[in-house]
């Protein structure tokens, strides 16, 4: 919402990004028959590739100029957690399964760390966000081939 003296308007605002991640896990791994459980952890590099935001204002709001709303991508670096379990289906094939979480170690914890607000005197030009996850959770899944 953006308030104003007069009313709250309320704002639809979205940002997403791309991001490319690269974990670097050390696991540990219990081979149990046809069954194979692990569990790793490591960092986490976390490259931001492109992003991109809107901003919907409700159509009855006449303003005389929007927010200019920006967004950027930053690289982060992550620790990754990772429980897994491998199940073998016959000689070849065999299917993983694995949960990962991951937190952000370089993400800042204040308003003022995520977003660079353009302000000039009481009046908010515009803000830039940092397009950042704090906590990222990920089921993985697969099949493989036993060679």
Known sequence: DINTAVAQIPVKEEVSATFLRVPILAKAILPLGIVRLSAGIGPEIVMGQSTDNSMEVPDYVQMVSQPNVKTKAETSTNLAMDLGVVIQIGDIIEIPLSLRASKNLSQGTAWSDRVDADIV????????????NTWDFRLLAGVGYVF
Do not use: D, K
Request: hydrophobic share 25%.
């Open 121 to 132: 005197g009481n009046t908010i030009r515009g803000y830039t966000v940092t397009v950042q």
